[in-house]
């Protein structure tokens, strides 16, 4: 086979040359090639499985190995000469690797296709890509627990309908944010169970006619199990659907946090203060501090959910098993990771520098009858019917409003007309301090509770 033409695959098939745009146009390496190092740990797994096998001599797996080897060095010093004559980041290494060894490099192939290879260094990027995005997410759990513990007393507005409803304590708000990233760990988790299985063997789709150990490959790799059936495992991308999908809800929690940030750091809200080195200024107007790290975040949420209707969208109409199609896979996957390894890196960074203006919130708490609620409970407790109670506090509001009053600046004679229940006990639950305290079952507000909160999460990290 002296004659073969060592530029184009499969190239003694072909008669004529690869059009020079489709060259171009099929060719993968300029973005797979993020998955090199994957891919040579893949390839090493597999050549000590083929000389278990005895398909390879324990000479030719020395020299697979040192080259395999030299090839990790040259990438990881920037020496390795790309080409797209060899399409994807396999080729490039497979032929490297032949240049440097010979005849054994040609042997590493065997029983392999590129359909199971690609397959299983998309999972094993994606598996430590995991990794890198729950570090961030932990890095910015603890961040939000400091936070909590620091503001576990102070007394914001609770909204809904952005309208004030009822008073809730800083530290409580933010352990909200707490427990969606909890869940986000969670679905990364499980998600990268599926993940870590092992489709190597699975050949081009109808495995091989050689007999391979999978279970030695997979060991060797760190997969719990090689996969089920080979025609799905060369040919499913669900993983990484699920992968953008865990990583759409990560960044549309990221996106509200986002949100709640840039509003109150308005001077509307005037809530918190982002410090300088989070925020830009503007080249028009002076006295701008724009909340850019939010903002962005915000923005780029998009485009995760983006990647993830892409993925849904390139597998919708496939038939098994491989289909080119796939190699679309790379570039919605490459960045959804790096959206969220830099969005939750620079959330984590931000949120101990966040300084919460206690004044303005609990200004802003007093605001709009935040305690309405807490004067009905009142009247229940002394035996009243709730409906009955709701509609005697309507009036007290009402009358709040016309004078310009909060329900604690109110004098008891005059909530004594509303109901004759009312006595000067009424003024522990109308403030602030004593409706958030009385918040206190599993899941409340009170401070207390907060603390508590915060302790079992931190047991739970
Ligand atoms: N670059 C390809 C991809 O990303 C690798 C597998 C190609 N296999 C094939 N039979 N053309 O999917």
Same mark, same amino acid.
């Given at each position: 086979m002296s004659s073969v033409n060592t530029d184009k695959l499969s190239s003694a098939r072909f008669a004529q040359k690869t059009d020079a745009f489709v060259e171009i146009f099929t060719a993968s390496v300029d973005f797979d090639q993020r998955m090199a190092q994957e891919d040579i740990d893949g390839s090493i797994a597999h050549a000590k499985m083929l000389y278990k096998i005895n398909i390879l001599s324990e000479s030719e797996l020395k020299d697979i190995l040192s080259g395999l080897n030299t090839i990790s060095e040259e990438i990881k010093q920037g020496v390795f000469n790309w080409s797209i004559k060899q399409e994807d980041v396999h080729m490039n290494i497979e032929a490297r690797l032949t240049d440097l060894i010979g005849i054994a490099g040609k042997k590493l192939h065997t029983g392999r296709s590129r359909n199971d290879q690609v397959a299983t260094d998309i999972r094993l990027y994606l598996r430590s890509e995991i990794a890198n995005i729950t570090d961030q997410l932990a890095r910015l759990q603890h961040a939000i627990l400091d936070l909590a513990e620091k503001e576990a007393e102070t007394i914001m507005p609770g909204f809904t309908h952005l309208q004030v409803a009822q008073p809730v304590t800083f530290g409580h708000h933010l352990m909200a944010w707490f427990e969606m990233l909890s869940r986000d760990k969670e679905r990364l988790q499980d998600c990268c169970k599926r993940i870590n299985i092992m489709p190597l063997g699975a050949a081009a789709l109808a495995g091989t006619s050689y007999p391979i150990d999978r279970e030695m490959t997979a060991e060797l790799l760190g997969f719990s199990r090689p996969s089920n059936n080979s025609l799905d495992s060369v040919s499913d991308r669900d993983f990484a659907i699920e992968f953008t999908a865990a990583g759409s809800l990560i960044m549309m929690h990221l996106s509200r946090f986002s949100e709640e940030l840039v509003l109150w750091a308005s001077a509307q809200f005037d809530f918190i203060d982002i410090p300088d080195a989070f925020c830009t200024g503007s080249s028009i107007m002076p006295q701008k501090k724009n909340p850019d790290v939010p903002e962005l975040v915000r923005g780029k949420s998009g485009r995760v959910t983006g990647h993830l209707i892409s993925l849904l969208m390139l597998m919708k109409g496939q038939p098994l098993a491989y289909n080119k199609d796939n190699q679309e896979d790379k570039e919605p996957i490459f960045d959804t990771a790096d959206t969220l390894v830099n969005s939750l890196r620079a959330f984590a960074d931000m949120i101990p520098h966040i300084c919460a203006k206690k004044e303005n919130m609990y200004s802003a708490a007093k605001q709009g009858f935040a305690t309405a609620t807490d004067l009905a409970d009142y009247l229940v407790r002394k035996g009243m019917a709730f409906r009955d109670a709701h509609e005697i506090v309507g009036l007290a509001v009402r009358l709040g409003v016309d004078t310009k009053r909060d329900l604690s600046e109110i004098s008891l004679g005059e909530l004594q007309k509303f109901s004759? =229940?009312?006595? =000067?006990?009424v003024f522990d639950i109308l403030k602030l301090e004593g409706s958030v305290a009385a918040r206190k079952h599993i899941g409340g507000t009170a401070p207390d509770t907060v603390r508590t909160a915060i302790e079992s999460a931190r047991k739970d990290m």
């Amino acid at each position: 086979m002296s004659s073969v033409n060592t530029d184009k695959l499969s190239s003694a098939r072909f008669a004529q040359k690869t059009d020079a745009f489709v060259e171009i146009f099929t060719a993968s390496v300029d973005f797979d090639q993020r998955m090199a190092q994957e891919d040579i740990d893949g390839s090493i797994a597999h050549a000590k499985m083929l000389y278990k096998i005895n398909i390879l001599s324990e000479s030719e797996l020395k020299d697979i190995l040192s080259g395999l080897n030299t090839i990790s060095e040259e990438i990881k010093q920037g020496v390795f000469n790309w080409s797209i004559k060899q399409e994807d980041v396999h080729m490039n290494i497979e032929a490297r690797l032949t240049d440097l060894i010979g005849i054994a490099g040609k042997k590493l192939h065997t029983g392999r296709s590129r359909n199971d290879q690609v397959a299983t260094d998309i999972r094993l990027y994606l598996r430590s890509e995991i990794a890198n995005i729950t570090d961030q997410l932990a890095r910015l759990q603890h961040a939000i627990l400091d936070l909590a513990e620091k503001e576990a007393e102070t007394i914001m507005p609770g909204f809904t309908h952005l309208q004030v409803a009822q008073p809730v304590t800083f530290g409580h708000h933010l352990m909200a944010w707490f427990e969606m990233l909890s869940r986000d760990k969670e679905r990364l988790q499980d998600c990268c169970k599926r993940i870590n299985i092992m489709p190597l063997g699975a050949a081009a789709l109808a495995g091989t006619s050689y007999p391979i150990d999978r279970e030695m490959t997979a060991e060797l790799l760190g997969f719990s199990r090689p996969s089920n059936n080979s025609l799905d495992s060369v040919s499913d991308r669900d993983f990484a659907i699920e992968f953008t999908a865990a990583g759409s809800l990560i960044m549309m929690h990221l996106s509200r946090f986002s949100e709640e940030l840039v509003l109150w750091a308005s001077a509307q809200f005037d809530f918190i203060d982002i410090p300088d080195a989070f925020c830009t200024g503007s080249s028009i107007m002076p006295q701008k501090k724009n909340p850019d790290v939010p903002e962005l975040v915000r923005g780029k949420s998009g485009r995760v959910t983006g990647h993830l209707i892409s993925l849904l969208m390139l597998m919708k109409g496939q038939p098994l098993a491989y289909n080119k199609d796939n190699q679309e896979d790379k570039e919605p996957i490459f960045d959804t990771a790096d959206t969220l390894v830099n969005s939750l890196r620079a959330f984590a960074d931000m949120i101990p520098h966040i300084c919460a203006k206690k004044e303005n919130m609990y200004s802003a708490a007093k605001q709009g009858f935040a305690t309405a609620t807490d004067l009905a409970d009142y009247l229940v407790r002394k035996g009243m019917a709730f409906r009955d109670a709701h509609e005697i506090v309507g009036l007290a509001v009402r009358l709040g409003v016309d004078t310009k009053r909060d329900l604690s600046e109110i004098s008891l004679g005059e909530l004594q007309k509303f109901s004759a =229940e009312i006595t =000067e006990d009424v003024f522990d639950i109308l403030k602030l301090e004593g409706s958030v305290a009385a918040r206190k079952h599993i899941g409340g507000t009170a401070p207390d509770t907060v603390r508590t909160a915060i302790e079992s999460a931190r047991k739970d990290m």
